[in-house]
């Protein structure tokens, strides 16, 4: 399917997108009912920094009940009194870090009005107490949070306070990092556009609506990440019904709006976007967000592409409560903040109006402190987890990628003419995929074409490697595409793919350039399962090419420092050595139910001396098992990836000497094969450990550190490790060799080893 056919199954927008504020029908959730008389109001007042907004007209204000204002009023002062209980808990050390929402209310309690949970998705930021509340969450549970109890929905105490998440309804789990949830919510929209294309999806996938919507919430420092426009750019590009709120209070902790923003106005910066609604509004005026919130949602849900709301808030309490916003901000600065309160701009509204009286705002100010100091009552007597549950939910508690139920290795036959490492790569991205319709790859340069016009006219690339040749033929445009050339977004869109169920497998073009996605791989996907206390969960496979001997390759495609990603919980990573191994290992990959950081020697690809005849289409290989790959009574070898044919080699050498040197290939880097290393160490007594990473801080160093502290005693001699030299590798192929372990590297350690 060509990409402009599959722009078409979304549909158009209507009208103009430009940032005026044209008539809008009213969202369903919110319906008009007998309405309070309101006066026409003009431009609200601001600080004299703030530019211009844009306001609703009269006529298009919304029109609400008097119970409905009662119920926002009431919706605003709880969000705010929360904040103020729990900086009165903080400051009897009754919980340990707070962060407050003050000033956005009235923008987010009327997000929440147009929204429905457990219906759309929702990647909030952590000013978004109002919205969670408005959604559903309540008191208890958010002070539950702030606690640290056991019973958090969010985290299960394992957050801090403010780090939203609610399975039920559809907030999906919020880390502290600025603006990482933007690329996810995303994905999450895209997982929605998949599901239209693929057919097949709707019975795998539950939880999908047709008209579904995805909120995410931003405040105005968060417009200078990179992954900010990477995030819109994508959503714009494919259309996609992602509501974002920019709650746009002036101030990234101490540094305001116009050192952050060129210009400080985000809205002009991004209007040159296509397929983007823009609006703007007084997020401190509930009416006036409701009406634009209704609009941004309406544009949303009738599939007319992404919609952009900027916001202009306060924020009256500083940034936390480790912060003292004093330190930065002058008082006449503040109190011109305080004018525009939300809280006090609503209340005033509804007694000059006689919607209620002062008694009965006490009243209802009165009923809601009671609820508070019940909830906080409650949550203070709710336990905390218990020690022994540090370590749960690290991996999948359901499917355990190192059990038998992976392992099919022993009795296999193999048929068919023997193939490299990427023909069996091929071969199982090919069967998976017949197999699992959730099943997407995507990834810069993956597709065969494109422009699919030209398919029949081109052989297609199919990777820069070729590992993913014609799946794009045989699968179609909307399961094989290519991205844009930007690594955090093919991450982070893949993390809200496969937080809605899908099965993203991902190529990383150069495991040189897998570092701008670091973000989204070490605090977000590793993560996303231990911090929600396994309510939610990312599983997907980051397929890499890496390493050297090359002969050309140089600094920027030689890499492999392994070491980085094995010191992370909860990502799994493989590193095979041959075609076999590489077909078994990647369908364990992505049958396992956790990350999975695939690696691929670029080295090995094609080389003739590790093809092999292919296996059945189900075969695989369990995490975590090592293979003996040659026997020996000497010395061992452990090691892995490109060091397992020059240690074979070495070891032949070694032989015709009389040394007996066994090899272990670990296969898998997290987890590995410890029993196999101990039983090869007992039974030789000598070690050697390779590694094709420098020698410093490498991989190698920590199964050389356990070894002699948990097998010293079976030690004959000093466990020896050979590595690169600590530097980068070269482009000049003399130079190359001599900083990459060659073959006669390992021979010299085995000689030294066994004189020893």
């Not at 490492?421 to 071969?427: F, G, I, M, Q, Y």
Request: proline share 6%; aromatic share 8%; net charge neutral.
């Amino acid at each position: 399917m060509s990409d402009t056919k599959v722009l078409r199954l979304v549909k158009k927008s209507e009208g103009d997108q430009r940032e005026s504020t044209p008539a809008a029908k009213p969202a369903a959730a919110m319906p008009a009912v007998t309405p309070v008389r309101l006066p026409a109001r003009g431009k609200p007042r601001h600080r004299k920094s703030a530019p211009p907004m844009a306001v609703a007209k009269p006529r298009e204000r919304p029109q609400l009940s008097r119970e409905e204002m009662l119920k926002i009023y009431r919706m605003m002062y709880l969000s705010r009194k929360l904040d103020d209980k729990e900086i009165q808990m903080k400051g009897q050390n009754r919980i340990f870090f707070q962060i407050s929402g003050a000033g956005h209310e009235a923008i987010l309690v009327a997000a929440g009005m147009c929204l429905k949970p457990g219906y759309d998705w929702f990647y909030p930021y952590y000013r978004d107490r109002a919205l969670c509340l408005q959604l559903g969450m309540t008191p208890l549970e958010q002070l539950l949070q702030s606690v640290g109890a056991e019973a958090d929905p969010a985290s299960h105490g394992r957050q801090m306070p403010s780090h939203w998440g609610h399975k039920k309804l559809n907030i999906v789990s919020q880390s502290s990092p600025t603006g990482t949830q933007l690329l996810q919510a995303v994905g999450c929209a895209e997982a929605g556009y998949r599901i239209k294309l693929i057919k097949e999806l709707k019975k795998h996938v539950r939880n999908f609506r047709n008209d579904e919507v995805v909120y995410v919430s931003l405040g105005d420092g968060t417009t200078s990440e990179g992954e900010f426009w990477e995030a819109l750019n994508t959503a714009c590009n494919l259309r996609l019904p992602v509501v974002f709120l920019c709650e746009d209070n002036g101030y990234a902790i101490s540094v305001p709006v116009e050192v952050q923003t060129a210009g400080g106005d985000i809205s002009k910066l991004i209007r040159g976007f296509p397929n983007l609604y823009l609006q703007r509004c007084d997020g401190t005026d509930v009416l006036e967000s409701l009406a634009v919130m209704r609009r941004a949602v309406d544009n949303c849900r009738k599939n007319r592409g992404p919609s952009f709301v900027h916001a202009k808030v306060i924020r009256p309490y500083s940034h936390s409560l480790s912060d003292d916003e004093k330190l930065y901000r002058s008082a006449e600065e503040r109190a011109a903040d305080a004018e525009h309160d939300p809280l006090r701009r609503f209340s005033s509204l509804l007694t000059s109006e006689g919607v209620i009286d002062e008694a009965g705002l006490q009243q209802l100010q009165g009923e809601v402190d009671l609820e508070l100091n019940e909830a906080a009552d409650l949550a203070l007597a709710s336990p905390q987890p218990a020690p022994e549950t540090a370590m749960n939910f690290i991996y999948s508690p359901d499917v355990d990628p190192t059990a038998k139920d992976f392992d099919n290795e022993d009795g296999i036959e193999l048929s068919g003419k023997p193939g490299t490492t990427v023909d069996l790569l091929n071969r199982c991205l090919h069967t998976e995929m017949k197999r699992d319709p959730r099943i997407i790859v995507f990834g810069e340069d993956i597709a065969d074409c494109s422009r699919e016009e030209s398919l029949t006219k081109v052989k297609g690339k199919g990777g820069v490697f070729m590992v993913t040749a014609n799946l794009q033929r045989e699968f179609g445009s909307a399961r094989v595409f290519n991205t844009p050339l930007a690594e955090a977004n093919i991450v982070g869109c893949a993390i809200g793919l496969a937080t809605r169920g899908l099965k993203p497998v991902v190529e990383i073009q150069f495991f040189d350039y897998i570092w701008p996605a670091m973000h989204q791989i070490r605090n977000e996907l590793a993560l996303m399962r231990w911090r929600s206390g396994n309510e939610f969960s990312a599983p997907l496979v980051m397929r890499v090419p890496v390493g050297g001997y090359l002969k050309g390759g140089a600094v920027y495609h030689s890499q492999s420092a392994v070491s980085i990603f094995t010191q992370i919980p909860g990502l799994r990573v493989v590193y095979p050595s041959n075609a076999l191994d590489a077909n078994g290992l990647l369908r364990t990959s992505i049958r396992c139910d956790d990350p999975v950081l695939f690696l691929e020697h670029k080295h090995l690809y094609r080389q003739a001396y590790n093809k092999s005849p292919y296996p059945p289409d189900d075969f695989m290989i369990p995490f975590g098992k090592a293979k003996t790959v040659r026997e020996g009574s000497d010395l061992s070898i452990i090691t892995y990836g490109a060091l397992v044919q020059r240690s074979l080699v070495a070891a032949r050498q070694a032989e015709q000497q009389g040394i007996s040197v066994e090899v272990i290939d670990l296969r898998t880097m997290s987890p590995y094969d410890w029993n196999a290393i101990a039983e090869s160490v007992k039974k030789t007594s000598r070690v050697i450990v390779a590694h094709e990473d420098s020698l410093s801080w490498g991989y190698g160093a920590e199964i050389a550190a356990r070894i002699s502290s948990e097998l010293f005693e079976h030690l004959d001699a000093p466990v020896r490790r050979v590595a690169a030299l600590d530097t980068f590798v070269a482009y000049a192929p003399q130079l190359e060799d001599a900083i990459l372990p060659q073959v006669a590297d390992v021979f010299a350690a085995i000689t030294e080893v066994h004189e020893y």
